[in-house]
């Protein structure tokens, strides 16, 4: 197993399309069932991902754990935590998020995001919220012997700074447009000789966004855009309907592939598990936890 631990290591370092570094960190099992198409919704402590303007519409705090199985890759984990708190007065409110990727004895990646959001009531425009994450990545490798060469490789650590920047616009009540701009500045890293030489591995900015159309209390329908594994940008459409305040069914489409989920809410938390299928690289799962507390503002 940790032979193909190895050979999956060196996959994400060598295959420049997958840009190897916090590939595609999606967050939440909501998110994830509905196909990604969060962006314009992010109305719990995931949006220090997928949008952080999202905070602006969240009155109480809460804290929500995530486990992901990407690929269902035995030694490959990835589990991801985020509060948000609403902060006194006209502050605002803020979130914090914290992404861990490993594979066993080999490498880590580590994000840490700190976010903060505004809302203004705009006339004629409508309600307008705006959130900034500042994130910090930490990337580190464990030394390990070279299968082939029987040499000690040993690519260290390298921490890089960026930040995204998001935007939420509700116009009239049943609808939010939604896009974040994320990794600006374009951090690079360089473990591998000769690869700064050839501009290293940009964490590359991009540029996603969705409309959610909330047909009443209990359905949503979203649609948006997305970048898959390649940077290309791919429509994504999502669904969620809420059976007696208690159950939700999802469902998303994204590059052309069908993702999709269930909840289950009560008043104390939320339980979301959510699943993403891919062509070649197999099915991912994921299942999250949120736990409102404290007072509402």
Do not use: C
């Not at 969240?58 to 990407?70: E, F, I």
């Not at 705006?130 to 930490?138: D, E, H, I, S």
Request: avoid cysteine.
């Amino acid at each position: 197993m940790k032979k193909a631990s190895l050979a999956l290591l060196l996959v994400l370092v060598a295959t420049s399309s997958l840009q190897a570094y916090f590939d595609r960190l999606e967050v939440g099992g909501r998110a994830l069932a509905m196909g990604k198409a969060f962006h314009a919704l992010a109305d719990d402590p995931s949006a220090v991902y997928w949008n952080p303007a999202g905070f602006a519409w969240q009155r109480r705090a809460a804290v929500l754990v995530t486990h992901y199985r990407p690929y269902v890759v035995d030694d490959l984990s990835s589990n991801f935590a985020a509060l948000t708190f609403p902060l006194p007065g006209p502050i605002g409110t803020a979130g914090f998020g914290w992404h861990h990727t490993a594979i066993s004895d080999v490498m880590a990646e580590d994000l840490f995001a700190f976010s903060l959001a505004r809302r203004a009531n705009l006339p004629v425009v409508g309600d307008l919220g705006l959130g900034l994450t500042a994130k910090f990545f930490r990337v580190g490798y464990d030394g390990f012997r070279d299968l082939e060469t029987g040499e000690d490789v040993d690519f260290g650590s390298q921490t890089k700074f960026t930040a995204d920047l998001g935007a939420i616009l509700q116009p009239v009540e049943k609808i939010r447009v939604g896009v974040i701009a994320r990794n600006l500045g374009e951090p690079v890293f360089d473990f591998v000789d000769g690869e700064e030489q050839n501009h290293g591995t940009p964490m590359e900015s991009e540029l996603e966004g969705s409309l959610s159309f909330l047909w009443n209390e209990a359905s949503v329908i979203s649609l948006g855009f997305a970048q898959n594994r390649e940077k290309e940008l791919q429509p994504t459409i999502g669904s969620e309907v809420l059976f007696y305040d208690v159950f939700a069914l999802r469902s998303g489409i994204f590059d052309f592939e069908f993702w999709g989920g269930f909840g289950i809410q009560t008043a104390a938390w939320f339980f979301d598990a959510g699943f993403a299928t891919h062509k070649d690289l197999g099915v991912s799962y994921m299942v999250s936890v949120t736990v409102p507390f404290g007072r509402e503002r």
